[in-house]
């Protein structure tokens, strides 16, 4: 993840660099939103921290904040989009029943706007009943309180908890029956805890 970090700032930006002239600001909002969030994951790296690094890390974090609705679009809910969907057939059936009334040259006129309304509608629906403010983003504003109290945040990371439960469960799961795995996956780990301390013994024999 910390490589991806490091390389998805560049590849949105390759990706985004020809906006037109309607994408000019949603480009921009987002790319900034990304490299605030990229920059405060790099500076909350670090191994010793001063209260500039600190202040960096909260104004990053701040302007992660303020640039989030750009991608409340894609956070929208099941029940969200279905609303959505209703506004827009009320709304279509309301239009169709207007271009009734209306002559034949300026209905196509009126269509246009009828979509561009309907879009209007559908964010501001959106960006009423979505948000960004799931757990692992809020988080973020606790990362001062932590630091100050506890020191440097990856001493506490959940990396290395993450691989031993890859090999430790599993690795001894996937090779099991999925029946009462638990003995299975015990046993299994144990013979590969077994032989590899077997290999760090007899390695440390040779060079003795």
Request: with cysteine.
């Amino acid at each position: 993840m910390r490589n991806l970090a490091c390389s998805l700032l560049r590849v949105l930006a390759v990706a985004l660099r020809q906006p037109d002239s309607t994408q000019v600001q949603p480009f921009r909002r987002g790319l900034t939103c990304v490299r605030s969030l990229v920059d405060f994951t790099m500076m909350a790296e670090y191994r010793s921290h001063t209260p500039e690094t600190i202040s960096y890390m909260e104004e990053y974090a701040t302007q992660f904040h303020e640039t989030t609705h750009i991608f409340l679009e894609f956070r929208i809910s099941q029940r969200t989009q279905e609303k959505a969907d209703e506004l827009r057939k009320e709304l279509r059936r309301q239009r169709a029943q207007m271009r009734e009334r209306v002559p034949p040259f300026q209905r196509h006129r009126i269509r246009d706007d009828d979509r561009e309304e309907a879009n209007d509608q559908r964010m501001e629906l959106i960006h009423s009943e979505s948000n960004c403010n799931f757990v692992k983003m809020h988080l973020i504003s606790h990362f001062r309180d932590h630091i100050s109290m506890f020191g440097n945040i990856p001493m506490y990371s959940t990396e290395y908890g993450e691989l031993a439960y890859k090999e430790q469960i599993k690795d001894g799961w996937r090779r099991s029956n999925k029946i009462n795995a638990a003995r299975p996956i015990l046993s299994s780990y144990g013979r590969q805890h077994a032989i590899r301390m077997r290999i760090l013994n007899l390695e440390f024999l040779q060079r003795a």
